[in-house]
């Protein structure tokens, strides 16, 4: 380790927006901090796929706090570090291998979504029904990412048991125009820039999950029905 190591500078993440489905409003909400409070992002909406990375959420009862990991492209080969910000950690290793007691202490397993929208870097998450939806999507359409948006121009409202929720609307929009695609690309390239210095210092990835999960307000349990889609992490491209 070098001298220098002391002196380097955390990488200032490129998103702008940490976005996450409200079941009963219908509707993404994100945590605005200059306000202090949860705002709602009406839909119809349209985005730009990015990259997709697999996470652990939650909330801790233990210790009062919230749960967060780092951040894989690959369950199967990539451990997961989970911790809860006043517990410390909870366990280690892939997936397979801890998810019974992440489950037990509270964790869930999230799709972490990085898209453009409106010319922004934002952050989707997605766990039980709408990360089901959203697998189920985008194995039938990965291919079309590419070159067209991804619409959400509307809810869809489910049940199971006794239990009421809704999920999101995914469509293949329309085409990218090619001056819109250029100056996502830039964008796409500073989150790559990111990603790679995030990894090189963990003091980044802390930070960042600091800024977007400390103050977040997780969503009750029973907002969906999430023992019907436990296993989805194993049907998805990770």
């Known amino acids: 380790m070098a001298r220098s190591d002391a002196y380097a500078t955390t990488a200032q993440s490129p998103v702008k927006k940490y976005l996450s489905w409200s079941s009963n409003d219908k509707c993404f909400t ?30 801790h009862d233990n210790s009062g706090s919230g749960i967060y990991s780092n951040e894989v492209k690959s369950t199967k080969t990539e451990p997961f570090t989970v911790r809860s910000f006043k517990g410390g950690e909870i366990a280690s290793g892939l997936y397979q291998d801890i998810k019974g007691k992440v489950n037990a202490s509270g964790g869930d397993y999230y799709v972490s979504l990085y898209a453009e929208l409106g010319g922004e870097v934002v952050n989707f998450s997605f766990k039980g ?15 079309q990412f590419l070159g067209n948006y991804i619409n959400v121009l509307s809810a869809s409202d489910e049940k199971k048991g006794s239990v009421k929720y809704s999920v999101p609307v995914f469509t293949v929009g329309n085409n990218i125009d090619a001056l819109v695609s250029d100056a996502s690309d830039k964008n796409y390239d500073n989150l790559v820039d990111y990603f790679k210095a995030r990894k090189a210092n963990s003091a980044s990835s802390a930070e960042e999950v600091q800024s977007h999960t400390a103050e977040a307000i997780f969503a009750p349990k029973e907002d969906f029905p999430t023992t019907a889609f436990e296993d989805a992490s194993s049907e998805l491209p990770f």
């Open 30 to 59: 994100y945590w605005d901090k200059e306000a202090k409070e949860n705002k709602k992002l009406p839909l119809p909406i349209k985005f730009i796929h990015y990259d997709e990375m697999a996470t652990i959420k939650g909330w």
């Open 129 to 143: 029904a709408a990360l089901m939806t959203w697998s189920n999507f985008s194995k039938e359409n990965r291919k």
